[in-house]
């Protein structure tokens, strides 16, 4: 079955700097790969995701790389700002039909933004 | 926004006892999930359920769990014998029909075994 690895476990950035965040996946036919962050006590948001037909998407300061042929994707958050520090956890699926299948999570990082 | 809505927010029973977890779907989904979390853990796949029987189970969704839908609105999750272990934060997921459509999470219930 798949395998997420989420890596690092606690990132520790000042305000305005950008944070990178890695997943690798094990299982070469999962084909979605979100990143939800998850404020304490609340519950796991998506805010961004890519499908294996592209290598990189972005969306305002947020954005995401897949490299499919390593089995790796990325996370990138330029100019952060104290209100994204939370727990962010990266995830894989195979996406057949409408349905996303389970999602296999990472681990999660810890992302605190100095002011 | 529709959201997807879970109760109880907060649920403490003794080991043993059985619990019933409630999620209402957003209305035109018909993709459901249960994931649980322990806590300061990742989030866990437990289950998924479409047009009535469940699709995928994970290894954690042993004989002591179950869901159904049994009036066409709420999805239950139920744990017939509760283990200290089951002591976590269960998450209920929902998705539409349409493809490539993302995985709506309820605010979850805090469950504790005592």
């Known amino acids: 079955g798949e395998n997420v690895e989420q890596h690092p476990s606690t990132l520790s950035v000042q305000e305005g700097d950008s944070a990178v965040i890695k997943c690798t996946y094990s299982?070469?036919?999962?084909?979605?790969f979100p990143w939800y962050k998850q404020e304490l006590g609340k519950r796991p948001q998506l805010i961004i995701d890519?499908?294996?037909?592209?290598g990189e998407k972005k969306d305002q300061r947020i954005a995401v790389t897949l490299n499919k042929t390593a089995k790796h994707f990325s996370l990138h958050i330029t100019e952060t700002q104290p209100e994204d520090s939370a727990v962010y956890f990266c995830?894989?699926?195979?996406?057949?039909?409408?349905?996303?299948?389970?999602?296999?999570f990472g681990k999660g990082t810890k992302l605190s933004v100095k002011p | 926004e529709p959201e997807v809505t879970q109760t109880p927010s907060h649920q403490v029973t003794q080991m043993g006892q059985e619990v019933i977890l409630r999620c209402v779907p957003i209305?035109?989904?018909?993709?459901f999930y249960w994931y649980r979390q322990i806590l300061g853990q990742k989030v866990e796949f437990l289950v998924s359920?479409?047009?009535?029987?469940?699709?995928?189970k994970s290894e954690i969704f042993d004989d002591q769990f179950s869901v159904e839908r049994p009036d066409g609105s709420n999805f239950t999750l139920k744990i017939r014998s509760t283990k200290l272990e089951d002591s976590a934060m269960y998450f209920c997921?929902?998705?539409?029909?349409?493809?490539?459509?993302?995985?709506?999470f309820g605010n979850g219930t805090r469950l504790t075994v005592t």
């Open positions: 299982d070469s036919a999962s084909n979605y």
């Open positions: 995830a894989a699926t195979q996406n057949y039909g409408g349905s996303q299948g389970n999602l296999i």
């Open positions: 997921a929902t998705q539409s029909q349409w493809g490539n459509s993302p995985l709506h």
């Open positions: 890519i499908r294996s037909n592209v």
């Open positions: 359920f479409y047009n009535n029987e469940i699709s995928e």
């Open positions: 209305s035109n989904h018909l993709y």
